[in-house]
C-alpha cells in the first residue's frame, strides 16, 4: 500500500511540474510564416545551475520560455548576459559558461559556440567590422572574436582591475563603462589597447552598472551615476558626454528625497536602495529609467517606478509606477515606444515575467524563464557600420 502510495506521489508531482513549468509553452517552435517574434528575452538563469536560455514572445502572445533547450535538446550554459544580432545570428553572451552561443533566429539552432581558451566573465559585445566583435569582460581585459568563423581572435589586456562591463561603439570609437567606479574607457577602434585607452571622467559604479549608455538623436552619449550635489543631497545624475571631444558637456541633476524632507511630494524620486535599469526610446529622444516614486509624503514611503527624461529639453517626469514588479531586472523599450520590465520575482530559480506598461494605464505580463535581464526586439536589427 506505502508503495503504491509513493508511486502515486511521485506521479502526481511529475504531472504538477510538467504542467506549472510548460503552460505557456507550444508543443513545436512556431515558423515565421505561422506566427512572427516580437521579442527575445534573455534569462539569466540561477547563478551555477545552468539554467540561463532565451524566451521568445511572438505577436500573438504565445511564449516559448526555453527556446534554446527545445531547439538543440541541451541546456544553453550559465549565466546569459546579453543578446546581439549581427550578419543574420544572435549572439548570446553567457559569463558562467565563458562562452558565446550563436543561434539561428527562426528555429533558435545552435550554429556556432565562441569558446574561451582563458579566463574570462565575457559581458556584452559590440561589432566593430564586418567580421569582428570586441566582448567586454570583467577580468581585465577585452576579447575580439571573429563573427564568421565563430574564434576568439585574440585577448586585449588591460590595467589591473579594469574590467569593462557596458559599450557602445559610436563612428570609429568605443566607450565602456567600467563598474568599479575607474571611468569610461574611450578606444579608437584602430588601436584597442591599454596604450590606447582614454578616460571620461564620469565613474559607474556598483549600483548604476547596470543601466545602459545611450546614445541619442543628437549624436550625445548619455551615462547615469549617483552621488551628492552641492546641497549634499543624494543624486541621480545623467551624463551627456560628446563623443568627438570626449568630454562631458552636460549634466541632469535629479536630487533622491528622504522622509521629512519639506519638497517632498506624491511622484517625487526618493532614495532608496535599487540597482538602475533603462533603455532609449525609438527615435533616441526619450531615455526611460528606473527610481523610486513617492507614494506617501508624512510615511516617506515609495515604490519603484520608470521615469522619463527628454534629451532636447532636460525635463524628467514620471511614466509609471511599476505596481507588482517584485525585483526590476531588465528594461527594453520597443520600436513602437512600449515600455517593457523584467521582473526576476526573486532569487530563486522560479520563473519570472515580462511585463508591458502602456502609456495608456494598462498594464500585460507573460511567464518567461528564470532571471530575465534583457530583451531584444526583432524590428531593432541593423546592419554595422564598416
Not at 533547450?69 to 545570428?89: H, L
Not at 565613474?203 to 550625445?220: C, E, G, Q
Not at 532636460?314 to 528594461?331: E, I
Request: proline residues 4%; negative net charge.
Amino acid at each position: 500500500m506505502m508503495k503504491k502510495f509513493l508511486f502515486l506521489w511521485l506521479f502526481l508531482a511529475v504531472l504538477f511540474a510538467a504542467c506549472t513549468d510548460d503552460d505557456d509553452n507550444v508543443g513545436e517552435i512556431p515558423t515565421p510564416e505561422v506566427n512572427k517574434v516580437q521579442m527575445i528575452v534573455v534569462n539569466e538563469g540561477l547563478f551555477g545551475t545552468g539554467t540561463a536560455d532565451i524566451s521568445v514572445v511572438y505577436e500573438d502572445g504565445t511564449t516559448i520560455w526555453n527556446a534554446f533547450e527545445r531547439a538543440n535538446g541541451v541546456p544553453m550554459g550559465d549565466v546569459a548576459q546579453s543578446i546581439t544580432y549581427f550578419n543574420g545570428k544572435y549572439f548570446v553572451v553567457l559569463n558562467g559558461s565563458a562562452k558565446i552561443e550563436v543561434v539561428e533566429p527562426e528555429t533558435f539552432k545552435s550554429v556556432g559556440t565562441i569558446l574561451y581558451t582563458q579566463k574570462g566573465s565575457p559581458r556584452f559585445m559590440v561589432p566593430i567590422n564586418d567580421t569582428e566583435a570586441i566582448v567586454t569582460d570583467l577580468q581585465g581585459q577585452l576579447v575580439r572574436v571573429n563573427t564568421s568563423d565563430y574564434s576568439v581572435v585574440e585577448y586585449i589586456p588591460l590595467a589591473t582591475n579594469w574590467g569593462i562591463e557596458k559599450i557602445v561603439k559610436i563612428g570609429n570609437k568605443l566607450f565602456g563603462a567600467n563598474p568599479a567606479g575607474k571611468g569610461i574607457a574611450v578606444f579608437d577602434v584602430n588601436n584597442i589597447s591599454e596604450e590606447g585607452k582614454r578616460i571620461i571622467r564620469v565613474l559607474v559604479k556598483d549600483n548604476t552598472k547596470t543601466s545602459k549608455m545611450h546614445l541619442d538623436k543628437n549624436n550625445k552619449l548619455w551615462v547615469l551615476t549617483t552621488g551628492t550635489n552641492t546641497q549634499k543631497e543624494n543624486c541621480v545624475f545623467w551624463n551627456c558626454i560628446d563623443p568627438n571631444t570626449e568630454e562631458v558637456v552636460d549634466v541632469v541633476e535629479i536630487p533622491l528625497l528622504k522622509k521629512g524632507n519639506p519638497n517632498l511630494e506624491i511622484d517625487t524620486p526618493m532614495s532608496g536602495g535599487l540597482y538602475y535599469r533603462s533603455d532609449i526610446s525609438g527615435d533616441k529622444s526619450t531615455i526611460y529609467f528606473s527610481m523610486n516614486a513617492c507614494t506617501d509624503v508624512k510615511n516617506g514611503t515609495y515604490q519603484l517606478a520608470v521615469f522619463e527624461l527628454n534629451v532636447d529639453t532636460k525635463d524628467t517626469k514620471l511614466y509609471r509606477k511599476t505596481t507588482g514588479v517584485t525585483q526590476m531586472y531588465g528594461m527594453g523599450v520597443s520600436p513602437e515606444g512600449e515600455v517593457y520590465v523584467c521582473d526576476a520575482i526573486d532569487y530563486t530559480a522560479q520563473r519570472g515575467y515580462l511585463r508591458h506598461f502602456q502609456e495608456n494605464g494598462s498594464e500585460t505580463a507573460v511567464k518567461v524563464g528564470v532571471y530575465p535581464r534583457m530583451i531584444w526586439f526583432t524590428g531593432n536589427e541593423t546592419v554595422p557600420v564598416k
